[in-house]
C-alpha cells in the first residue's frame, strides 16, 4: 500500500540513513553518563582503570588491592 509511494520512500531512506550515522559524544558526556549510572552517590573515579568508587579511601583501596597491570575490569 506505502511501498509504492514515493514520499513514503524518501522518509524511508532518510531515517535510514540518520540511523547508520555513527553517533559520536564528547570525553565530558561520556564521564557524566558514567557519573550518573553510578550507585554512589558522589563517585571518585580510578586514575588508571577510570571505574568509579564510593570515596578516595575505596579508590586507594581499589588501586592496592587490584594490579592494573593485569586488571581486567
Known sequence: MYGSCPEYLKTAVFYKE????PV?????AKLAAKKA?????????CSICD???K?????KLHIG?????ICDH
Open 65 to 69: 588491592l587490584f594490579d592494573h597491570e
Open 51 to 53: 571505574e568509579f568508587m
Open 18 to 21: 540518520i540511523a547508520l550515522v
Open 37 to 45: 549510572l553510578s550507585k554512589q552517590s558522589k563517585p571518585v573515579e
Open 55 to 59: 570515596n578516595e579511601k575505596g579508590v
Open 24 to 28: 559520536e559524544s564528547s570525553d565530558a
